[in-house]
């Protein structure tokens, strides 16, 4: 079992900047992946930031490449996601997520890939 629990969401102005923690514990040794994903009223799930727990790689989107970055604090056992220039249409639940077996490339951004689910922080950028 993998524990994750969000925090560090809240409102900010376009063009703001936001950073959110996801504190990991548990049997965090048998994770693949670390994501971050975010639900907007009405819209599915997507991710915005992926990271391979067991080597260096990270994935992003085309909505959020440049803007946001996934990074770790190993010593922590948290994984961070850094937001910048945000926009209005980044509003949404964000949401910490473990996955535990190996995916292609192509999966990393499907949430029903990941088995481990914080419960999520609320981030709400105004115009």
């Known amino acids: 079992q993998v524990q994750l629990v969000e925090s560090g969401g809240g409102s900010v102005q376009a063009g703001g900047s936001r950073r959110l923690s996801c504190a990991a514990s548990?049997?965090?040794?048998?994770?693949?992946?670390i994501g971050w994903f975010r639900q907007a009223p009405g819209k599915e799930r997507e991710g915005v930031a992926v990271?391979?727990?067991?080597?260096?790689?990270?994935y992003y989107p085309d909505s959020v490449k440049g803007r946001f970055t996934i990074f770790q604090d190993n010593a922590k056992n948290t994984v961070y996601l850094q937001m910048s220039s945000l926009l209005p249409e980044d509003t949404a639940l964000y949401y910490c997520?473990?996955?535990?077996?190996?995916?292609?490339?192509?999966?990393?951004?499907?949430?029903?890939?990941?088995?481990?689910w914080g419960q999520g922080t609320q981030v709400t950028v105004s115009s």
């Open positions: 997520a473990a996955g535990v077996a190996p995916l292609w490339d192509v999966n990393v951004f499907d949430p029903s890939r990941y088995k481990y």
């Open positions: 990271r391979y727990t067991r080597g260096t790689s990270t």
């Open positions: 548990g049997a965090t040794d048998s994770t693949y992946y």
